[in-house]
């Protein structure tokens, strides 16, 4: 079992950044990915970005792409996401979540066995 921990949200204005960090324990080498999925209120969470370290591969959303990055720290296994140009609609709850998907589900809630407790973005003036 793999618990996690994310943490940085806050409230931010548009156009501003946030970087959210993703901190795994337990059984680490049970996983090889973790991703990052944010539900709004009133609508479904929805994928926004995943790394899968053993290949060496990263994927983003297209509302997300070229703004924001995922990234991990390899000593700690902690995953970030740098989120700039932060818009209104991305204001959500993100979580992380940790599995071993493959190339089909890696962007779907269904890849993923271990998720955070979320932590509040939220973009406005």
């Known amino acids: 079992q793999v618990q996690l921990v994310e943490s940085g949200g806050d409230l931010v204005q548009p156009g501003g950044s946030l970087r959210l960090s993703c901190s795994p324990s337990?059984?680490?080498?049970?996983?090889?990915?973790i991703g990052w999925f944010r539900q709004a209120p009133g609508r479904e969470r929805e994928f926004v970005a995943a790394?899968?370290?053993?290949?060496?591969?990263?994927y983003y959303s297209d509302s997300v792409k070229g703004r924001f990055s995922i990234s991990r720290d390899r000593t700690s296994g902690a995953v970030f996401l740098q989120m700039n140009s932060l818009k209104p609609e991305d204001t959500a709850v993100y979580y992380c979540?940790?599995?071993?998907?493959?190339?089909?589900?890696?962007?779907?809630?269904?890849?993923?066995?271990?998720w955070g407790q979320g932590t509040q973005v939220t973009v406005s003036s």
């Open positions: 979540a940790a599995g071993r998907p493959i190339v089909s589900t890696i962007r779907t809630q269904r890849g993923y066995s271990s």
């Open positions: 790394n899968r370290w053993t290949q060496g591969t990263t």
């Open positions: 337990g059984s680490i080498s049970s996983i090889n990915a």
